[in-house]
């Protein structure tokens, strides 16, 4: 705000760290985010020095094992080395050559840093989910991406532009508005494109499914054939797109937003689903894998909720309904044939 106090400014970089710490551990809640979103849409200067903390270490990450840095290191052990003097040397004149020599390396390392970082201006990091897990990721423009099971994303904000590449996955994203930086969504081919809004994007093995539950974004589908021109889509809130990456085959449909977004509290919501993909949805957060060995089921559908990641009770609820022999095997699958 314009009218900080001298000391509320200058702790805005000493809070700035603080906050990049936070978001970092692995504990991080929604709750943590909401109140970093208060935090940075409070003053421009701290979405600014927020900013600068975030590309100075991700910077320092991408050039940690440069030849660079690798030859001044090498270089700091070889004066280490070397500064082993006889005994007969004073200790008043080790020290001092010590001291020059640490300088000087400390100074070396320094320079290869600075120039380093003149040419990386844009900042790049990578965020990852395991198998069952889920996360929340604050964003330094102050947009906030959850990342489903098996997710990950990796971020390439620049002055003109917030990038993230979906490189498998489900996100959702809540965009924070920014006229003159447009948010783009890499993933498959394609690129999904918003300046303040939400939607969710699913990454399976061949097709991009892209569900707007608030405000507009602008899809574009790469060509299948060489030649061909791009699609451009634009959707609008409750709308579903989804994009076969293979024939680029592409379905424009109305979305159910709380089953599609039933995953951001940890529940699987079917209806009328057929029951091989209701097992495939399942077998997304278990390292636990149902396999269906019933021929006869295959046309067959379920509705419920159940709890992500518990495949032990999606089981119980199978046999009941479908009367199914269950066989739980050492290498963690569960197999299901039907009762004759």
Do not use: C
């Not at 970092?24 to 940075?40: K, Y």
């Not at 979405?47 to 290191?73: G, H, M, T, Y």
């Not at 000087?104 to 201006?121: E, P």
């Not at 996360?135 to 993230?164: K, M, Q, Y």
Request: net charge neutral; glycine share 6%; aromatic share 8%.
């Amino acid at each position: 705000m314009s009218d900080a106090k001298p000391t509320e400014r200058s702790s805005i970089p000493t809070e700035a760290a603080d906050w990049y710490a936070r978001l970092r551990a692995e504990n991080v809640t929604e709750l943590d985010a909401v109140r970093f979103r208060a935090w940075i849409a409070a003053d421009s200067e701290r979405r600014r020095e927020f900013e600068q903390i975030d590309a100075f270490w991700d910077n320092l990450d991408a050039i940690e094992k440069s030849p660079e840095v690798l030859r001044e290191r090498a270089a700091i052990a070889r004066r280490r080395a070397l500064s082993a003097w006889p005994a007969t040397v004073p200790s008043a004149t080790r020290r001092r050559y010590k001291r020059k020599g640490v300088w000087a390396a400390a100074a070396a390392v320094l320079l290869v840093v600075g120039a380093s970082l003149l040419v990386q201006r844009q900042s790049t990091d990578r965020y990852v989910t395991t198998v069952g897990e889920q996360r929340s990721v604050p964003l330094a423009d102050g947009s906030v991406v959850t990342l489903n099971t098996a997710t990950e994303i990796r971020l390439h904000f620049s002055a003109g532009r917030r990038g993230v590449e979906l490189v498998s996955g489900q996100a959702n994203f809540e965009v924070a508005k920014d006229a003159g930086r447009p948010f783009v969504v890499t993933v498959g081919g394609s690129e999904v494109r918003a300046v303040g809004t939400q939607f969710d994007v699913y990454k399976s093995a061949d097709k991009v499914t892209v569900t707007l539950i608030e405000g507009k974004v602008a899809i574009t589908e790469a060509p299948v054939e060489a030649g061909a021109s791009a699609l451009e889509v634009n959707l609008a809130a409750g709308e579903q797109l989804s994009y076969e990456m293979k024939t680029g085959a592409v379905r424009r449909a109305n979305a159910d937003i709380p089953r599609v977004s039933a995953w951001r509290t940890r529940k699987l919501d079917f209806s009328d689903t057929p029951l091989t993909d209701a097992i495939a949805e399942a077998n997304r957060y278990s390292r636990v894998q149902i396999q269906l060995n019933a021929p006869e089921l295959q046309s067959a559908r379920i509705s419920g909720t159940f709890e992500v990641g518990r495949n032990d009770l999606f089981v119980e609820g199978l046999q009941t309904y479908f009367q199914l022999n269950v066989d739980r095997l050492a290498d963690h699958r569960i197999v299901l044939t039907a009762r004759h």
